[in-house]
């Protein structure tokens, strides 16, 4: 599960699952190998987020669509983004504000070959994506686990967004206390 919230400050570059959209999150190898959630805009008011893994797109660098949202919903409007990765059979889910996209409530992304490419993780830019996303990018959170699942309706919410930020394990009232030299 990748989740947090986000904030477009603009609207993103690409048009019509171009590949030339933004990329919020993505991983890549220096080959150019790369998966990454990506942005676009619609030329009919909307905008598109997809799915794209290298190793399973075959270099169509536009990917999978796995949600749209009207732009008047979250152009300078924060909104929760979760895409979710089902263990059992390898689906990837989109959920805005806790609603599923009509892209994904039937399983139609299957994704099995997901790849640690053991390169840093980049955020707000992609590999092949034509430009940077603009925005802002708040509590996000990556987990091991699926924290929602797909009830297979793209009409209520599957779940409600967290309003307060994510809890924290270990203490963050420990401070460490500036080197006394210049060595370290």
């Given at each position: 599960?990748?989740?947090?919230w986000i904030?477009?400050?603009t609207?993103?570059?690409?048009?019509?699952?171009?590949?030339?959209?933004?990329?919020l999150?993505?991983?890549?190898?220096?080959?150019?190998?790369?998966?990454?959630?990506?942005?676009?805009?619609?030329?009919s008011?909307y905008?598109?987020?997809?799915w794209?893994?290298?190793?399973?797109?075959?270099?169509?660098?536009?990917?999978?669509?796995?949600?749209?949202?009207?732009?008047?919903?979250i152009?300078?409007?924060?909104?929760?983004?979760?895409?979710?990765?089902?263990?059992?059979?390898?689906?990837?889910?989109?959920?805005?504000?806790?609603?599923?996209?009509?892209f994904?409530?039937?399983?139609?992304?299957?994704d099995?070959?997901?790849?640690?490419y053991?390169?840093?993780?980049y955020?707000?830019?992609?590999?092949?994506?034509?430009?940077?996303?603009?925005?802002?990018?708040?509590?996000?959170?990556?987990?091991t686990?699926?924290?929602?699942?797909?009830?297979?309706?793209?009409?209520?919410?599957?779940?409600?967004?967290?309003?307060?930020?994510?809890?924290t394990?270990?203490?963050?009232?420990v401070?460490t206390?500036?080197?006394?030299?210049?060595?370290?």
């Amino acid at each position: 599960t990748i989740e947090g919230w986000i904030y477009f400050d603009t609207m993103p570059s690409g048009t019509g699952n171009s590949g030339n959209g933004d990329g919020l999150i993505s991983k890549y190898n220096t080959s150019g190998s790369q998966w990454a959630i990506q942005v676009d805009n619609q030329n009919s008011g909307y905008t598109n987020f997809n799915w794209y893994n290298y190793d399973k797109h075959n270099n169509s660098y536009s990917g999978s669509g796995i949600g749209s949202v009207t732009q008047s919903d979250i152009y300078q409007n924060w909104c929760h983004l979760a895409v979710v990765r089902e263990p059992d059979n390898g689906s990837i889910h989109c959920y805005v504000n806790g609603v599923e996209s009509i892209f994904t409530i039937n399983d139609q992304v299957i994704d099995n070959n997901i790849i640690d490419y053991n390169v840093p993780l980049y955020f707000g830019y992609g590999y092949y994506q034509g430009t940077d996303f603009d925005g802002l990018i708040d509590d996000l959170r990556i987990s091991t686990v699926a924290r929602y699942t797909s009830v297979g309706i793209a009409t209520t919410a599957t779940f409600t967004p967290p309003t307060q930020a994510y809890a924290t394990s270990g203490t963050l009232t420990v401070t460490t206390d500036p080197p006394g030299d210049k060595y370290g």
